[in-house]
């Protein structure tokens, strides 16, 4: 069961707007992170469950920390949040072990079944 989630973004706009397209009512733990630096100490910290990433970032991008998180958690599930839907972006951060991608501005709808997948990779994992 997906419970902690972790969303990494300079943008404390952009984590308001990724909490509020998600269901009030499932228990969500929700961690917050400035920076891919971060970013990185709270998911070694909390091991969150899912962890949503930004990708242009001061200290540390997020390439570099879904690069760092892997190194420690290979399972880790690393949702990209970006406007940077270039297929070099995407195949990069996917190269590095990112689950998969999600385009900014966020769609509910997508959010949600990114989360259902996720959920399911897990099931499977455990």
């Known amino acids: 069961m997906i419970k902690k989630l972790l969303i990494v973004d300079d943008s404390p706009i952009a984590r308001k707007m990724l909490k509020s397209c998600l269901p009030k009512d499932q228990g969500f733990e929700f961690y917050e ?10 998911y070694l910290n909390l091991r969150p469950d899912i962890t949503f990433m930004d990708l242009t ?9 879904i690069e ?16 940077d839907v270039q297929m070099k972006a995407i195949t990069t951060v996917l ?3 990112a689950y998969m991608v999600l385009r900014k501005p966020l769609k509910k709808e997508d959010l ?4 259902m997948k996720a959920q399911d990779t897990l099931q499977k994992v455990q």
Do not use: F
């Open 33 to 42: 992170a400035c920076d891919g630096k971060d970013g990185v100490e709270k």
């Open 57 to 65: 970032m001061p200290v540390m991008t997020g390439y570099e920390a």
């Open 68 to 83: 760092e998180i892997m190194k420690h958690d290979k399972n880790a599930l690393i949702i990209v949040v970006t406007a």
């Open 95 to 97: 190269d590095l072990g």
């Open 112 to 115: 949600l079944a990114a989360i």
